[in-house]
């Protein structure tokens, strides 16, 4: 089974600190995504990579960066933390670029940015 | 924009069928997928419509119809298990970008 890890489950910080998420994989994927989740709204794409050291940009990435050094690993970095960023941050990876493709998440990162 | 709406709740009882509808607005895309999410826990994949039609994975089924940008997802003999939240999503051609939808929340009383 694929399993997707993050390094918190809950975390609290204040505005302005560098917020830093982990998230790894162990099945060898290609591709990894970060999404935050707000009510009504959904799953929000924030960045995406397709391989090592690649990244995009996704639907809302104002606030955020993201670093994948390693293949396993994809790191979402919040500059200077807002409380706008208070959400549900979901990390999910998938094997490669076939027309279907399951999206394995996390259990997510619940963020309160004081 | 690209845009996939679901009602934001459901209510049913056990042993109830209930279905989750999901209308989009978007263009180009390889399939209608659907997720479950238990709070707490990670969400998990349920089904794929490649084409048209009804796909069938024991209780669950999903529909997709492309001319009417609509599909659902059926769920029979519920169980409070299901209660959950429930997503559609597509991801674009061309792309590794998935869209998800505004998700709903199933509740299954007993």
């Known amino acids: 089974d694929v399993k997707v890890t993050q390094s918190s489950r809950y975390l609290v910080k204040r505005t302005g600190e560098k917020v830093f998420l982990e998230c790894v994989q162990d099945m060898d994927h290609e591709n990894m995504f970060w999404y935050r989740q707000d009510p009504g709204l959904g799953l929000r794409l924030i960045y995406f990579s397709y391989d090592v050291k690649m990244k995009e940009k996704g639907d809302i990435p104002e606030g955020y960066s993201v670093s994948r050094e390693k293949k396993e690993r994809f790191s979402l970095i919040l500059e200077s933390a807002s409380t706008n960023q208070t959400s549900m941050y979901l990390c999910?990876?998938?094997?490669?670029?076939?027309?279907?493709?399951?999206?394995?998440f996390g259990p997510g990162t619940r963020l309160l940015v004081l | 924009g690209q845009s996939l709406e679901q009602p934001s709740e459901v209510t049913a009882v056990e042993g109830a069928i209930v279905q989750i509808n999901c209308t989009y607005q978007?263009?180009?895309?390889?399939?209608l997928s659907w997720y479950q999410h238990h709070d707490g826990g990670a969400p998990t994949f349920l089904s794929y419509?490649?084409?048209?039609g009804l796909e069938e994975t024991g209780r669950f089924s999903s529909f997709l119809s492309r001319s009417d940008s609509y599909g659902y997802l059926l769920l029979q003999e519920l169980q409070m298990k299901d209660s959950a939240s429930y997503f559609c999503a597509v991801r674009s051609s061309g792309t590794y970008k998935y869209i998800f939808g505004t998700g709903t929340r199933l509740k299954v009383l007993a």
């Open positions: 419509n490649a084409l048209d």
């Open positions: 999910a990876s998938s094997l490669g670029t076939g027309a279907r493709e399951t999206q394995y």
């Open positions: 978007t263009s180009g895309f390889y399939g």
